[in-house]
C-alpha cells in the first residue's frame, strides 16, 4: 500500500498526535477503477482500506456498496471520517477472512475486488507504528497492532532465523553479516537502534540515493506480519468471493508480491506450459477460474513525479469465470 491520507481540518490520526496528512491518490487508482468497471450499484470490496483511497474513488465511480476490511484497527477507527458514506461497511479484520466474512454476513458473491499489497503510507509516516528507519520509534511493524513485534523477534530468535528472514524477503546479500550483528547489538527497542545497526554492517553516509536499512526493514516487517501467506491466502479468498465476471485488481509493491499474484493468476487461468516430444503434456487440471484480462501495468510518469512511492507498484488484473473454485489440495 501507498498513500497518504487527505486532509481532514483538525483530525488526527487514531493513536497518534499528528494530523492526517495532506491529500494524496493512492498509486494507480485511475487503473484500478478502470480495470474494475463499476456499474452503478455494484457491491465491491476494498481489502487493503488504509486511509480509503480506493473506496473513495469506486464509491465515486458509482458503487452502490463498498465493503472495506483492514487489520490495522486505527484504519477502522478513522474510516468514518475519512470517507463518511453511507454505502461504505468498515469491517476489522484480515482480507484473507473475506470469504468467512462476506459469507457469514450474506454478502457474497461481489462483483470486484482491490488488494493493495504492503505498508501504507499512513503507518509509514506514524513514528510510533516503528514500521520506517526515517524517524526514531519503538521497533514495532505490527499492522494489526497485536502479537510479536519486530522487536520480539529481533531479540529472541537465533542468529540463523534472522539471516534468513533478511535474505529471503530482503534480498539482501550480507543477511548473515547483519544477523551476527544484530544478535551483538541486543537488546534492540528502537528503530534508530536496527538502522545504526544496518548502517554499520553496510556503510552509509549522507547522500547515498538508498539507505541501506531498506532491505532489513521491509524483510523483518514482511516476517512479522506474515505479509506473503496474508497475500496467498487472501487470493484464494477473492477467488471464492467474487461472482461470475467479477473482476479482482492487485497491487504490489515488490517481486516477492508479485511473483505471487503473477503464478496464482497462470494456475488458475490455466495458462500451464505446453506439452512438447521431450515433456508430455500433464492431464488437465480443473477448469480455469479466472481469466487475465490485460498485461502488469506501471506507473506513468506524471504519476512518479507526484508520487515516487509508485514507482515499483505494478498492478494486474483478471476476470472471473463461471468455474467452481479450485479445490484445495490435502495438507
Given at each position: 500500500m501507498s498513500e497518504v491520507p487527505p486532509s481532514v481540518p483538525g483530525a488526527t490520526l487514531a493513536g497518534s498526535q499528528e494530523p492526517v496528512a495532506a491529500a494524496h491518490k493512492p498509486v494507480l487508482v485511475d487503473e484500478?477503477?478502470?480495470?474494475?468497471?463499476?456499474?452503478?450499484?455494484?457491491?465491491?470490496?476494498?481489502?487493503?482500506?488504509?486511509?480509503?483511497?480506493?473506496?473513495?474513488?469506486?464509491?465515486?465511480?458509482?458503487?452502490?456498496?463498498?465493503?472495506?476490511?483492514?487489520?490495522?484497527?486505527?484504519?477502522?477507527?478513522?474510516?468514518?471520517?475519512?470517507?463518511?458514506?453511507?454505502?461504505?461497511?468498515?469491517?476489522?479484520?484480515?482480507?484473507?477472512?473475506?470469504?468467512?466474512?462476506?459469507?457469514?454476513?450474506?454478502?457474497?458473491?461481489?462483483d470486484g475486488i482491490t488488494l493493495d499489497i504492503g505498508v501504507s503510507s499512513m503507518q509509514l509516516d506514524q513514528r510510533e507504528r516503528g514500521f520506517s528507519f526515517r524517524d526514531d520509534g519503538p521497533l514495532d511493524m505490527r499492522m494489526s497492532q497485536d502479537g510479536p513485534s519486530a522487536a520480539d523477534f529481533l531479540n529472541t530468535a537465533d542468529?540463523?532465523?534472522?539471516?534468513?528472514?533478511?535474505?529471503?524477503?530482503?534480498?539482501?546479500?550480507?543477511?548473515?553479516?547483519?544477523?551476527?550483528?544484530?544478535?551483538?547489538?541486543?537488546?534492540?527497542?528502537?528503530?534508530?537502534?536496527?538502522?545504526?545497526?544496518?548502517?554499520?554492517?553496510?556503510?552509509?553516509?549522507?547522500?547515498?540515493?538508498?539507505?541501506?536499512?531498506?532491505?532489513?526493514?521491509?524483510?523483518?516487517?514482511?516476517?512479522?506480519?506474515?505479509?506473503?501467506?496474508?497475500?496467498?491466502?487472501?487470493?484464494?479468498?477473492?477467488e471464492r468471493s467474487l461472482r461470475p465476471g467479477g473482476r479482482l485488481a492487485v497491487v504490489t509493491f515488490h517481486s516477492l508480491e508479485d511473483r505471487i499474484?503473477?503464478?496464482?493468476?497462470?494456475?488458475?487461468?490455466?495458462?500451464?506450459?505446453?506439452?512438447?516430444?521431450h515433456r508430455p503434456a500433464v492431464a488437465a487440471g480443473?477448469?480455469?477460474?479466472?481469466?487475465?484480462?490485460?498485461?502488469?501495468?506501471?506507473?506513468?510518469?506524471?504519476?512518479?513525479?507526484?508520487n515516487p512511492r509508485a514507482r515499483s507498484a505494478r498492478l494486474r488484473t483478471a476476470v472471473r469465470t463461471e468455474a467452481p473454485v479450485t479445490p484445495r489440495k490435502a495438507a
Open positions: 484500478v477503477v478502470e480495470a474494475l468497471a463499476i456499474a452503478p450499484g455494484e457491491t465491491h470490496v476494498d481489502g487493503t482500506f488504509g486511509a480509503g483511497g480506493y473506496t473513495r474513488a469506486m464509491l465515486r465511480a458509482g458503487a452502490g456498496r463498498v465493503i472495506a476490511f483492514d487489520r490495522d484497527p486505527d484504519a477502522i477507527a478513522n474510516g468514518p471520517s475519512l470517507v463518511p458514506d453511507s454505502r461504505l461497511t468498515l469491517i476489522h479484520e484480515r482480507f484473507s477472512q473475506m470469504a468467512a466474512v462476506l459469507d457469514a454476513e450474506g454478502l457474497a458473491p461481489v542468529e540463523a532465523e534472522i539471516a534468513r528472514v533478511i535474505r529471503t524477503y530482503g534480498d539482501e546479500p550480507r543477511a548473515k553479516s547483519l544477523a551476527r550483528a544484530i544478535v551483538a547489538a541486543r537488546p534492540l527497542t528502537r528503530t534508530a537502534e536496527l538502522a545504526a545497526v544496518c548502517r554499520k554492517v553496510l556503510g552509509w553516509h549522507a547522500g547515498m540515493k538508498t539507505d541501506p536499512s531498506t532491505r532489513t526493514f521491509q524483510a523483518i516487517r514482511i516476517h512479522v506480519n506474515a505479509e506473503l501467506e496474508e497475500l496467498e491466502a487472501g487470493l484464494e479468498a477473492a499474484v503473477k503464478q496464482f493468476l497462470k494456475v488458475r487461468s490455466g495458462a500451464a506450459p505446453a506439452g512438447s516430444r480443473p477448469a480455469p477460474t479466472f481469466r487475465a484480462v490485460a498485461k502488469p501495468i506501471s506507473a506513468g510518469e506524471a504519476e512518479l513525479l507526484d
